[in-house]
């Protein structure tokens, strides 16, 4: 899952970016409302962590622009502006969430998880088959068996499950796997696929990874 940063205070940006990429989200850091616009505009993001106070655009106008375009974009709000008048604002403005800093990381992490499963399903278990990913303990089973899983393929799994059935394109799963720096030349995405292959499907039946010629990739349990 990708996210945009939008923090003018770098420390603090930092310190998100580093803590969500360590739960294995790809993470964009911008520190102005004119970049967060831009961003936002360029890529599909499946979250927005914005603070309201921004040089160039305040954040209350980023979040009114970005929602007029984009209405199901999760967007949560993280501001030392704590008064009743300002979370009113935020959330009239489209904020789905509102956190006030100083803030405690396991609280963001578990806000975000929450935003993240709307939408998609009611439980926190993405599952295929015998395939399930429970996204609150991050941990990833086939056939009752547990499957130890890096950050990347982790965040790679979660993302065909949440598009389970259908066909995804390599640039579909660059803008939601990986960040604004990542090299679309190489071929990491099919090394990691491989990679997931010899995890989830060696050794079981049927097989969910699929390749889609022309396309791109595909986890489902129906024939192809």
Do not use: C
């Not at 970005?66 to 489209?94: C, E, H, M, Q, Y």
């Not at 130890?148 to 965040?155: F, G, P, Q, R």
């Not at 499907?201 to 390749?211: N, R, S, V, W």
Request: charged share 30%; glycine share 6%.
């Amino acid at each position: 899952m990708r996210i945009l940063v939008v923090e003018d205070e770098k420390k603090v940006a930092n310190f998100i970016k580093k803590g969500l990429q360590q739960e294995g989200y790809a993470v964009d850091m911008v520190h102005d409302g004119q970049e967060a616009l831009v961003n936002a505009a360029a890529f599909d993001y499946d979250l927005l962590i914005l603070d309201l106070m921004l040089p160039k655009l305040a954040g209350l106008e980023v979040l009114r622009e970005i929602r007029s375009k984009k209405r199901n974009l999760p967007v949560l709000v993280l501001t030392a502006k704590g008064a009743v008048d300002d979370k009113v604002a935020g959330l009239d403005a489209g904020a789905d969430d509102y956190l006030i800093k100083p803030f405690a990381f396991a609280e963001l992490s578990a806000r975000i998880r929450a935003l993240l499963r709307r939408g998609t399903q009611e439980t926190p278990r993405l599952r295929v088959a015998d395939l399930e990913l429970d996204t609150a303990s991050r941990q990833v089973r086939r056939a009752g068996q547990i499957i130890d899983l890096k950050m990347k393929e982790y965040a790679l799994l979660e993302f065909l499950l949440r598009n389970a059935h259908r066909a995804v394109t390599r640039t579909m799963i660059v803008e939601h796997v990986w960040d604004i720096h990542f090299d679309s030349i190489s071929n990491v995405v099919d090394v990691h696929i491989n990679s997931l292959r010899n995890k989830i499907d060696k050794g079981f039946d049927p097989q969910l990874i699929h390749t889609i010629r022309g396309v791109g990739y595909m986890l489902s349990d129906r024939p192809q």
